[in-house]
């Protein structure tokens, strides 16, 4: 079954402590990308990646690092989290066969983080 | 910059009524554009995409949509709601490398 596993999906943390939110999909997707979801404000891009190796920020990027080390998993990282970052976070994947995003775009089940 | 403007935060609406979300994009060429929908403490589900070629693109669970590149829209609509379409809906364009999602429309349907 073709899909996007995140971990944890609910986690509750202090300001401060590194957390790591793992993202994984089993469709050989070459573009992963994070986003976190607000009340009011949608969801917002926060890193993508074309490829291992290759990722570049979407428009929230500040506070989070990501890397792509293989091509099926993409972890968010929140070196120090603050209460600003408490959010649902989804994690996406799609293939880049022909153009971008002809193809359809998988979603994870959402994080939600709340940072204290 | 690109940006995906949703003006009904929230539609109320009867079973058995038509349904109509508007959708604006703000993009110089015209973007991929798409329709998701969330359900209460779901993730995102595609319901329909318009890429090119047929400006009025089908979907699943009966929902539709018209692009106009006139008006820079892309209106979702659906002839007869029914009780399970009560969830939030967003539009969003893709453009680049970079994907872009309207606020959302939470909806309601009311028997």
């Known amino acids: 079954e073709a899909q996007v596993t995140q971990n944890p999906r609910y986690l509750i943390t202090v300001t401060g402590k590194k957390l790591t939110v793992t993202c994984s999909q089993n469709?050989?997707?070459?573009?992963m990308s994070w986003y976190r979801q607000d009340p009011g404000l949608g969801l917002r891009q926060i890193y993508y990646?074309?490829?291992?190796?290759?990722?570049d920020k979407g428009d929230v990027p500040e506070g989070y690092k990501v890397s792509r080390k293989e091509k099926r998993n993409f972890p968010l990282i929140l070196e120090s989290p603050s209460p600003n970052q408490t959010s649902l976070y989804f994690c996406a994947s799609t293939g880049v066969a022909g153009a971008l995003f002809a193809d359809t775009q998988y979603f994870g089940p959402g994080t939600r983080l709340t940072v204290l | 910059a690109q940006s995906v403007t949703q003006p009904d935060i929230h539609i109320t609406v009867s079973e058995g009524a038509s349904l109509e979300l508007r959708c604006n994009y703000s993009y110089g060429a015209t973007p991929y554009l798409f329709w998701y929908v969330q359900s209460p403490g779901q993730g995102l589900q595609l319901l329909l995409k318009?890429?090119?070629?047929?400006?009025l693109v089908q979907g699943i669970k009966g929902f539709e949509a018209e692009f106009k590149r006139s008006q820079s829209s892309f209106n979702l609509r659906k002839p007869s709601v029914h009780w399970s379409d009560a969830a939030e809906y967003f539009c969003a364009v893709a453009t680049g490398n970079q994907f872009y999602f309207g606020t959302g429309t939470s909806l309601t349907v009311i028997p």
């Open positions: 990646s074309m490829n291992v190796e290759v990722t």
């Open positions: 469709m050989n997707h070459e573009y």
């Open positions: 318009y890429f090119s070629g047929d400006t």
